[in-house]
T-cell receptor
Framework: AQKVTQAQTEISVVEKEDVTLDCVYETRDTTYYLFWYKQPPSGELVFLIR??????QNEISGRYSWNFQKSTSSFNFTITASQVVDSAVYFCALSGYNFNKFYFGSGTKLNVKP | GAVVSQHPSRVICKSGTSVKIECRSLDFQATTMFWYRQFPKKSLMLMATSNEGSKATYEQGVEKDKFLINHASLTLSTLTVTSAHPEDSSFYIC?????????????FGEGSRLTVL
């Protein structure tokens, strides 16, 4: 079965702290894709990153970085030097090779305080 | 700019009435669109896959007579909540998968918050 688990329901940090959001997935597919989305208070989900199952290279984009480890079925997301604008709910998601279905984790609410 | 547009963003209706939510793909043609429902502090639950020119595919447990989906064109899908009741109050989000160079990226609409009194 396909499943995404985000064990952290809510995290609060002070601005400039680093924070890591955990994501663990389950799938029987050999080809799959992993995603992170941000949902600010306005409600619209914003795409952050897509990773395919054959690419385990870590990725860095500005203050954001992602650590994909197939051995532990994890796809963790780190925000360095967090800012108040990073406050949002972050969702990790999984899809099969044909993108016909997306499975979302329950989301992690990040509160960044000034 | 927005790639997917939903309308209305907020709607309040009386119990027993029907509400229609539109989802438009602004930048590309979409043969498939997804409809999700999000409860407060909960994840997104896939309700159905809207298919242009054919019937929608509903997820297990979703009443197709309650949540009518019509994919009228390659840029428009509508979700109609029929005979709405307070328990239908929720945040409904549509999404459009991309193809081509961005295959796999899922663009989301702004969401529609339905409150049934």
């Amino acid at each position: 079965a396909q499943k995404v688990t985000q064990a952290q329901t809510e995290i609060s940090v002070v601005e400039k702290e680093d924070v890591t959001l955990d994501c663990v997935y389950e799938t029987r597919d050999t080809t799959y894709y992993l995603f992170w989305y941000k949902q600010p208070p306005s409600g619209e989900l914003v795409f952050l990153i897509r990773r395919n199952s054959f690419d385990e290279q870590n990725e860095i984009s500005g203050r954001y970085s992602w650590n994909f480890q197939k051995s532990t079925s994890s796809f963790n997301f780190t925000i360095t030097a967090s800012q108040v604008v990073d406050s949002a709910v972050y969702f990790c998601a999984l899809s099969g090779y044909n993108f016909n279905k997306f499975y979302f984790g329950s989301g992690t609410k990040l509160n960044v305080k000034p | 700019g927005a790639v997917v547009s939903q309308h209305p963003s907020r709607v309040i209706c009386k119990s027993g009435t029907s509400v229609k939510i539109e989802c438009r793909s602004l930048d590309f043609q979409a043969t498939t669109m997804f409809w999700y429902r999000q409860f407060p502090k909960k994840s997104l639950m896939l309700m159905a896959t809207s298919n242009e020119g054919s019937k929608a595919t509903y997820e297990q447990g979703v009443e197709k007579d309650k949540f009518l989906i019509n994919h009228a064109s390659l840029t428009l899908s509508t979700l109609t909540v029929t005979s709405a009741h307070p328990e239908d109050s929720s945040f409904y989000i549509c999404s459009v998968p991309t193809s081509g160079i961005n295959t796999g990226e899922l663009f989301f609409g702004e969401g529609s918050r339905l409150t049934v009194l």
